[in-house]
Every structure is written in structure tokens, then in C-alpha cells.
């Protein structure tokens, strides 16, 4: 277990084994989450990794006649 310090500006310094481990990279987003009294840290990937998760799927959607 690896222990970081909050500094005065409330930054962290994520240790470069945990860095490496998630493939981190400098000026990556990451969402951060209040949970269970701890706070994780949760990368955001490009958008561009998303595309094509939904592949396939029904995308027609019954609509009000009036609205057509």
C-alpha cells in the first residue's frame, strides 16, 4: 500500500506504480466521486473509445402520432 499527502493546494500525487498500472497519461480527465467516506479517482477515456459499444441495437422508438 502506497501512501499519498494532500498538499496545501489540495493536489495528489498518484504514485507512478498506480500510473502505469492504469496506463495514466498527463492532462487525462478523471472523474472524482465521494464514495463511502474515500474518494475515487476514475479516468475518462476519448469518447472515440465508446463508439460502436452499441452496435446493433433497436433504435426505433414508437412515437405519438401527433409529433410525426
Same mark, same amino acid.
Given at each position: 500500500? !502506497?501512501?499519498? !499527502?494532500?498538499?496545501? +493546494?489540495?493536489? /495528489?500525487?498518484? =504514485? +507512478?506504480?498506480? $500510473? %502505469?498500472?492504469?496506463?495514466?497519461?498527463?492532462?487525462?480527465?478523471?472523474q472524482?466521486?465521494?464514495?463511502?467516506? $474515500?474518494?475515487?479517482?476514475?479516468?475518462?477515456? =476519448?469518447? %472515440?473509445?465508446?463508439?460502436?459499444i /452499441? +452496435?446493433?441495437i433497436? !433504435?426505433?422508438?414508437?412515437?405519438?402520432?401527433?409529433?410525426?
Amino acid at each position: 500500500m !502506497t501512501i499519498v !499527502t494532500i498538499s496545501a +493546494r489540495y493536489q /495528489v500525487v498518484i =504514485p +507512478r506504480d498506480v $500510473r %502505469e498500472r492504469l496506463e495514466l497519461k498527463p492532462g487525462q480527465k478523471m472523474q472524482a466521486l465521494p464514495f463511502k467516506g $474515500r474518494v475515487e479517482l476514475i479516468p475518462l477515456g =476519448p469518447i %472515440e473509445g465508446a463508439r460502436g459499444i /452499441v +452496435r446493433g441495437i433497436d !433504435t426505433s422508438v414508437p412515437r405519438d402520432e401527433h409529433r410525426v
